[in-house]
Structures are given as structure tokens and as C-alpha cells.
T-cell receptor, first 114, second 111 residues
Framework: DTGVSQDPRHKITKRGQNVTFRCDPI?????LYWYRQTLGQGPEFLTY????????KSRLLSDRFSAERPKGSFSTLEIQRTEQGDSAMYLC????????????FGQGTRLTVV | RKEVEQDPGPFNVPEGATVAFNCTYS??????FFWYRQDCRKEPKLLMS???SGNEDGRFTAQLNRASQYISLLIRDSKLSDSATYLC????????????FGTGTLLAVQP
């Protein structure tokens, strides 16, 4: 499978616990995005990496959220001290180059905080 | 006000019908425009880009009116397999090129 891969697909956690999600973009895609989607809404931008550099973070990304892309390949998104409002689908997308208009999405990680 | 506004639907139409979705965007700096399709509990996938001259891909026709900041998608001869959420999307270009999504319009094609 040469598409964007996300792991895990589903995560149920208790409020207050930390969770970490992983995204493997399409090979050679240097642009990587994280989005969050709640029920009945479209995806909302969280953060953007170009290679290993995190170039933009949304104000939605509170200080409990941190994302990394240490070698410019896979990325991780960590949520500390989860809250029920964090329950959502977390989507990763990658694009091949500057100016490319198409983003390829992974299947997402569905987080449920109980 | 949301940056991209869509009627959430649902649109319930019989097979073979023609259905049109509309979308407005608020930021005149928007550079590119798209329709994405999202099946239930799946990831969004690009359906088609939208160009000022209008463009067609089989049964799907997309239109853009920059002056009115309005985008449309027309689906002719609806199939059961067209049932999905259709997301109107823009971006501002620039270094990030992030996508701005509408809430989506749910289409249910009935047999």
C-alpha cells in the first residue's frame, strides 16, 4: 500500500491520559498536514510540516498538543491530559511539493475519550 | 462566520436525478477550489478541482464564480454509489497551502 498510513485506526482512552498517533506519508512527499474532524463538520487544519520543519500551527492546537516529524518522514501527534472534547477523527495528509494542490489523506485515527 | 459555507443537507434524491450543491467562501484571497468526497467513516478524497472556466468530469460539473465567491457542483444521472458527503474546499496558497473545508453536504441517492 503506497498511500498515507495512520496508526492506530481507533483509540479509546480515559480522560487525563496521554495518547500518540503516527502518520506515514506517501514516500517522497515532503509536505505533511494534520487535521481534526468532529461529527458533522469538515476537517479543520491543525498543523503543517515541510520536511522536518513545523511551519504552521493552528490556534486549535492547544499546549496539550504536540506534533513532530523528526526525520522528515513519519510524523507523530501527541495529546497530553486528554479531555472529552478531544474526541474526534485525526486525519493526516501529505502533498508532494510546493504548489501542488492535491492532498492525499490517510484513513484517520478515531479518538474517543471517555 | 465560517470561511466556507455549505448546506449540510441531507439531499435525498432518486437514482437518475440531477442534484446541485452550492458553496460560498468568505476570503477573497482564496486561490484554489476543490470538491472532495467523503464516504461514511472514511477519509476525504479529491473529486475534482474547480476552475474559473468551469470543468466537467463525466457526470460531474463544477463551476466557480469569483465575483460572487460561489462554487457549485452538479451531479447528473445520480447513482446509488454517489451517496456520500461532498466537501467544498478552498486554500490560500502560500507556503502552507492548507485546505479550508466546508461542513459538507450529505447526499443520499435512493433506489
Amino acid at each position: 500500500d503506497t498511500g498515507v498510513s495512520q496508526d492506530p485506526r481507533h483509540k479509546i482512552t480515559k480522560r487525563g491520559q496521554n495518547v500518540t498517533f503516527r502518520c506515514d506519508p506517501i514516500s517522497e512527499h515532503n509536505r505533511l498536514y494534520w487535521y481534526r474532524q468532529t461529527l458533522g463538520q469538515g476537517p479543520e487544519f491543525l498543523t503543517y510540516f515541510q520536511n522536518e520543519a513545523q511551519l504552521e500551527k493552528s490556534r486549535l492546537l492547544s499546549d496539550r498538543f504536540s506534533a513532530e516529524r523528526p526525520k522528515g518522514s513519519f510524523s507523530t501527534l501527541e495529546i497530553q491530559r486528554t479531555e472529552q472534547g478531544d474526541s474526534a477523527m485525526y486525519l493526516c495528509a501529505s502533498s508532494p511539493r510546493q504548489g501542488s494542490t492535491e492532498a492525499f489523506f490517510g484513513q484517520g485515527t478515531r479518538l474517543t475519550v471517555v | 462566520r465560517k470561511e466556507v459555507e455549505q448546506d449540510p443537507g441531507p439531499f435525498n434524491v432518486p437514482e437518475g436525478a440531477t442534484v446541485a450543491f452550492n458553496c460560498t467562501y468568505s476570503n477573497s484571497a482564496s486561490q484554489s477550489f476543490f470538491w472532495y468526497r467523503q464516504d461514511c467513516r472514511k477519509e476525504p478524497k479529491l473529486l475534482m478541482s474547480v476552475y474559473s472556466s468551469g470543468n466537467e468530469d463525466g457526470r460531474f460539473t463544477a463551476q466557480l464564480n469569483r465575483a460572487s465567491q460561489y462554487i457549485s457542483l452538479l451531479i447528473r444521472d445520480s447513482k446509488l454509489s454517489d451517496s456520500a458527503t461532498y466537501l467544498c474546499v478552498t486554500n490560500y496558497g502560500g507556503a502552507t497551502n492548507k485546505l479550508i473545508f466546508g461542513t459538507g453536504t450529505l447526499l443520499a441517492v435512493q433506489p
